[in-house]
């Protein structure tokens, strides 16, 4: 199967195989010979394509000659020769370095063909509709990694045949799948001086330049080769002329860098500008990529679009709530101390006109994992195993370690109760299987206004929901109903931990799940202390299940949740019973 070749065959152990053009399943790479593979017909020394049954193309390496072939005339004096034997077997003469000759161009197909499967799988992933996920799970390694592991190859590939163009198609589509899109688009460029006219290589450089916004005009440097030429022009400068058979002159340290005194402030305020709004940076937040924007130009910014606005790669999981850079702020703030306090006054004349326009109630996207919802204050351990959810994790760790925990609607299996709860990641522990076990804890309910799919996974614009204040002449009932449901719970508590105490084995579920649901909230924040109490009642009481749970968040009056609770606190049976009836329940 293509995970099997994918996940525990090396490209050193495959060969094409000469009657179906074919890359031979795992079990048989052991046995396949070590030589070189038999030309195909219709494709050049240079590498080609073969159809196969399926429809789809694999590289296939051609060798016109042996590998112990003889030396071309004026290449070097005496025959070619091998060094190491079997399938790791590398082919060199006295006239050229590296992997060159049938051996090498064969290993290069394999890595291109390899990378073509990671990257095939990836995006088999990141396109499967998220409701076809929720029926039936998906094992495998995260997107991300598949997309990584085809990078990887395709820079293998590059390396063994610079001058291939597929070579560099394949490291621009591996480059597209990690989102860097710039040097992607600097790799299909690459490939486009070896062949002005690849179709694939054109179509691709008109996709990533779509993506950027660009007409594709400007010239890029690709931030992969840039780094190695400017080690080269480094390791050149200061050598001098070498003296034929002699040893060269001492290199000279390069001179210090003197600061520039001739920058007007003007200059420094141009260096200084936020991309988006083109004035100076007015509390600086710096995204994961490393790009820096005025705050509330990228929380604007982020109710269009889920991307970077400068290098386009996802920024979903940050949030637009997003934390300063302090240390630019006080930066800029010091250097130019009169222009901050008029971008400060700006700002501040623009979040009114917001708030007198009706434009204050504040919505935000959240990445949704769809399985069952949970209390605010409420803790739950996960452990991710699907690819989708694990991109998902990763790239909220990356952010502001927050996403939606929800729940598909009984009534109807496409569609989402309305209300979910954001939680934060407290704990998250990545296996060597690429899984992770997560502790987290709720924090607050939303209401899911729009939802929408990314790379597998469900999104929502969200806003935060919170209870109706009550009326002034009801606020001391509502105080005095928390104080008796706050009695009632704090009972119930002590009973079960004595319970727990004197079963022994059997108490450890119950004492679990007393800590799931988190600290005990004063008595005085009413919406809090309801939640609290309602996941230990639903958690323990044979008469409710999660449809009584997702009644109490949809709850938006504080005293109907409250009375709910007092009348199911009336009705639990004594610490044992409840044990034994709600062990089902409890996760």
């Not at 030589?35 to 429809?55: C, H, I, Q």
């Not at 789809?56 to 005496?78: F, L, R």
């Not at 060094?83 to 090498?104: D, E, I, N, Q, Y």
């Not at 434009?359 to 204050?377: C, D, H, N």
Request: some cysteine; proline content about 8%.
């Amino acid at each position: 199967s293509c995970s099997a070749f994918i996940t525990t065959t090396s490209p050193r152990q495959l060969r094409a195989s000469p009657s179906t053009d074919k890359l031979p399943p795992a079990d048989a790479a052991d046995n396949a010979p070590a030589g070189p593979v038999s030309p195909v017909a219709g494709n050049s020394a240079a590498g080609g394509e073969a159809s196969t049954a399926g429809g789809s193309s694999v590289d296939v390496a051609v060798s016109e000659s042996p590998v112990a072939a003889p030396a071309v005339a004026g290449s070097g004096a005496g025959p070619a020769s091998t060094s190491g034997t079997g399938p790791s077997a590398r082919v060199s003469s006295p006239g050229t370095s590296g992997a060159t000759g049938a051996l090498g161009e064969e290993e290069a197909v394999l890595y291109s063909n390899r990378s073509a499967a990671y990257a095939s799988l990836c995006k088999q992933y990141i396109s499967r509709p998220a409701s076809h996920s929720e029926s039936a799970a998906l094992y495998g390694p995260d997107p991300r990694r598949l997309a990584e592991l085809a990078l990887e190859d395709a820079k293998k590939v590059v390396t063994l045949k610079p001058a291939w163009p597929k070579a560099h198609s394949r490291l621009g589509q591996a480059l597209m799948l990690c989102e860097r899109y710039r040097e992607a688009r600097a790799a299909f460029k690459s490939g486009l001086k070896k062949d002005p006219s690849n179709e694939s290589l054109l179509g691709a450089l008109k996709d990533v330049d779509a993506l950027l916004g660009s007409d594709g005009t400007e010239t890029e440097t690709d931030t992969e080769e840039a780094p190695a030429a400017g080690a080269a022009e480094v390791a050149g400068a200061g050598a001098g002329p070498s003296t034929p058979g002699g040893p060269s002159p001492p290199t000279q340290p390069p001179p210090k860098r003197q600061r520039s005194t001739g920058r007007t402030v003007r200059a420094a305020l141009d260096d200084a500008e936020c991309s988006l709004c083109l004035k100076l940076l007015w509390e600086p937040v710096t995204t994961p990529c490393g790009h820096t924007f005025c705050k509330p130009c990228f929380a604007r910014a982020m109710d269009h679009s889920n991307r970077c606005p400068f290098c386009r790669c996802t920024l979903l999981h940050i949030g637009s709530d997003i934390p300063v850079t302090r240390v630019l702020a006080n930066i800029l703030q010091k250097a130019f101390p009169q222009e901050y306090k008029e971008r400060a006054a700006e700002e501040a004349a623009a979040r009114a006109a917001e708030v007198a326009a009706g434009q204050g109630e504040a919505t935000f996207t959240l990445p949704l994992f769809v399985m069952s919802t949970l209390m605010p204050g409420e803790r739950m351990g996960l452990n991710i195993f699907e690819p989708r959810y694990r991109l998902l994790i990763r790239r909220a760790m990356e952010g502001n370690r927050r996403f939606g925990m929800a729940q598909v609607k009984a009534s109807n299996r496409n569609a989402l109760e309305d209300i979910a709860v954001e939680v934060e990641i407290e704990e998250c522990t990545a296996l060597p299987d690429g899984r992770y076990m997560l502790e987290i804890a709720g924090k607050r309910r939303v209401e899911l206004l729009q939802l929408g799919e990314l790379d597998g996974y469900r999104t929502a614009r969200c806003r935060v929901a919170t209870d109706a204040p009550p009326p002034a002449d009801a606020a001391q009932a509502v105080a005095a109903l928390a104080a008796s449901v706050g009695e009632r719970t704090d009972a119930l508590v002590g009973r079960l931990r004595t319970w727990a105490n004197s079963a022994g084995g059997r108490g450890a579920r119950v004492r679990d799940a007393i800590d799931r649901a988190g600290a005990r909230p004063p008595t005085g924040a009413h919406e809090a202390l309801s939640f609290w109490a309602g996941t230990l009642v639903v958690s323990f009481s044979p008469s409710l299940d999660y449809e009584d749970r997702t009644r109490l968040l949809n709850m938006r009056d504080t005293r109907e949740r409250l009375r709910f609770l007092q009348s199911a606190l009336e009705e639990l049976p004594p610490p044992g019973a409840l044990s034994s009836a709600q062990g089902c329940v409890l996760m």
